[in-house]
């Protein structure tokens, strides 16, 4: 298995490698996305099939829900809370086919803040995670999948060694710690909920919601990336690596012609960079792939990192 220092080399395709390995393996991923667009465009037979086969809004959403369940439970084990056992198990009593068991959390703890208004954006994010898990559990209904394992401990010192900034890094050992660990998700649900946006077109009132969430977690994201950026220099190059380690993973994106990955710093030349856009001031999108990439600490997606055991549902 390929582990996350295998795939900075990734990075230095050529431009003409990254196209034609976009053509080669990137059908499955590029169809789902773009199939609503091209079949209303006059598309292929083969692009209609594409559409077809792309994953239902409630396999969209228990992808989403999995990582709402690990952005919660590391926030809420930071204010000294959890997650309550109605709101992490499966939504069908009876077992639903691709739902999964219940897992456990490993590590986290509550951090011992020393700036009453970390402490409060701390627990105003985890307010919102929570209701996050709730919302889309209860928009699910009976197929919300369960919580998964979640490992907030191991995952964060095989990312920090990957990363090159520590054999070790525990988020919950002071507030800095706890904003770098917090820099790992944020950019990675904001440009999650972006990619999942033409899966859920069709319907107006869940792109609604998902676009709702998505405005919350790039206030997070802004929130933590102008923190880090006014640090010392050695918190922003340690947010800098993370933001590297992140961009080598994201083949999808890096296949696409996206040379950084769909990723960028706190700082570019030295210079802050607290909104990470594309030229035309957009954020960027991930493929569910290039997530699970991120979520898993592996570039052949599987089980790993923060989900031992892998996430549930259909979108795994």
Same mark, same amino acid.
């Given at each position: 298995?390929?582990?996350?220092?295998?795939?900075?080399?990734?990075?230095?395709?050529?431009?003409?490698?990254?196209?034609?390995?976009?053509?080669?393996?990137?059908?499955?991923?590029?169809?789902?996305?773009?199939?609503?667009?091209?079949?209303?465009?006059?598309?292929?037979?083969?692009?209609?099939?594409?559409?077809?086969?792309?994953?239902?809004?409630?396999?969209?959403?228990?992808?989403?829900?999995?990582?709402? /369940?690990?952005?919660?439970?590391?926030?809420?084990?930071?204010?000294?809370?959890?997650?309550?056992?109605?709101?992490?198990?499966?939504?069908?009593?009876?077992?639903?086919?691709?739902?999964?068991?219940?897992?456990?959390?490993?590590?986290?703890?509550?951090?011992?803040?020393?700036?009453?208004?970390?402490?409060?954006?701390?627990?105003?994010?985890?307010?919102?995670?929570?209701?996050?898990?709730?919302?889309?559990?209860?928009?699910?209904?009976?197929?919300?999948?369960?919580?998964?394992?979640?490992?907030?401990?191991?995952?964060?010192?095989?990312?920090?060694?990957?990363?090159?900034?520590?054999?070790?890094?525990?988020?919950?050992?002071?507030?800095?710690?706890?904003?770098?660990?917090?820099?790992?998700?944020?950019?990675?649900?904001?440009?999650?909920?972006?990619?999942?946006?033409?899966?859920?077109?069709?319907?107006?009132?869940?792109?609604?919601?998902?676009?709702?969430?998505?405005?919350?977690?790039?206030?997070?994201?802004?929130?933590?990336?102008?923190?880090?950026?006014?640090?010392?220099?050695?918190?922003?190059?340690?947010?800098?690596?993370?933001?590297?380690?992140?961009?080598?993973?994201?083949?999808?994106?890096?296949?696409?012609?996206?040379?950084?990955?769909?990723?960028?710093?706190?700082?570019?030349?030295?210079?802050?960079?607290?909104?990470?856009?594309?030229?035309?001031?957009?954020?960027?999108?991930?493929?569910?792939?290039?997530?699970?990439?991120?979520? /898993?600490?592996?570039?052949?997606?599987?089980?790993?990192?923060?989900?031992?055991?892998?996430?549930?549902?259909?979108?795994?």
């Amino acid at each position: 298995m390929k582990d996350l220092f295998d795939l900075s080399a990734r990075r230095d395709m050529s431009r003409e490698d990254r196209r034609n390995f976009f053509r080669r393996s990137a059908g499955v991923t590029a169809g789902l996305v773009g199939g609503a667009v091209l079949s209303a465009c006059g598309g292929s037979v083969s692009e209609a099939i594409a559409q077809a086969n792309a994953p239902s809004e409630s396999d969209v959403l228990n992808f989403a829900l999995n990582l709402e /369940y690990l952005e919660a439970q590391f926030y809420l084990r930071a204010v000294g809370r959890d997650l309550e056992a109605d709101l992490k198990a499966s939504g069908d009593t009876m077992g639903l086919d691709g739902v999964g068991t219940r897992g456990a959390v490993t590590g986290g703890r509550a951090v011992n803040f020393t700036s009453k208004r970390l402490r409060e954006y701390a627990q105003e994010i985890a307010e919102d995670e929570f209701n996050h898990v709730r919302f889309l559990r209860k928009a699910l209904g009976a197929a919300a999948v369960s919580q998964p394992a979640i490992d907030l401990q191991n995952s964060f010192n095989a990312a920090a060694k990957a990363a090159g900034v520590g054999d070790s890094f525990d988020p919950y050992a002071d507030e800095t710690s706890f904003m770098i660990g917090a820099f790992v998700f944020e950019d990675v649900g904001v440009t999650a909920y972006k990619g999942a946006a033409g899966f859920l077109a069709k319907n107006a009132a869940v792109l609604d919601a998902a676009a709702g969430i998505m405005a919350v977690e790039a206030y997070h994201a802004g929130l933590v990336r102008g923190f880090l950026v006014n640090q010392a220099d050695g918190v922003i190059d340690a947010a800098n690596k993370i933001s590297a380690i992140r961009g080598a993973v994201s083949s999808d994106a890096i296949a696409a012609g996206m040379s950084n990955g769909a990723d960028q710093g706190i700082t570019v030349a030295g210079v802050a960079n607290v909104v990470p856009t594309d030229a035309n001031g957009i954020a960027y999108s991930r493929t569910p792939n290039d997530v699970l990439r991120i979520v /898993y600490l592996n570039a052949d997606k599987t089980a790993g990192g923060f989900f031992p055991a892998g996430v549930n549902g259909a979108v795994a």
